[in-house]
């Protein structure tokens, strides 16, 4: 089971980015898959994830409205979109899976996001 996170870089505040997470040794589509990160000095969050039964997604309150969470079964790969970055979401993104969204125990590397201008 491997999960590889890409996409993160250096973005000015108001800028966007799409991370992706590209599985291999499981099928995407049966399992939950989402996105943790954790900021220098805090504590980890987790930001968005998307359940195996209904697909359905869940956003964390305070990035809702700026952070989407899709995949593409397909390719098997994962995504979370985030637009409208603020400074305060530089942080390492994790992308995670697991059978539900309320446990999501495969970890992939992290992708850094830094945010600033």
């Known amino acids: 089971v491997q999960l590889q996170a890409f996409g993160g870089g250096l973005v000015q505040p108001g800028g966007s980015l799409r991370l992706s997470c590209v599985v291999s040794?499981?099928?995407?589509?049966?399992?939950?898959t989402g996105w943790i990160r954790q900021a220098p000095g805090k504590e980890r969050q987790g930001v968005a994830c998307?359940?195996?039964?209904?697909?359905?997604?869940h956003v964390m309150d305070s990035v809702k409205g700026r952070f989407t969470t899709f995949r593409d079964n397909a390719k098997n790969t994962a995504y979370l979109q985030i637009n409208s970055l603020e400074p305060e979401d530089t942080a390492v993104y994790y992308c995670?899976?697991?059978?539900?969204?309320?446990?999501?125990?495969?970890w992939g590397q992290g992708t850094l996001v830094t945010v600033s201008s």
């Open positions: 995670v899976a697991g059978h539900n969204c309320q446990s999501l125990d495969q």
């Open positions: 040794g499981f099928s995407l589509e049966y399992y939950a």
């Open positions: 998307i359940d195996s039964s209904e697909g359905r997604t």
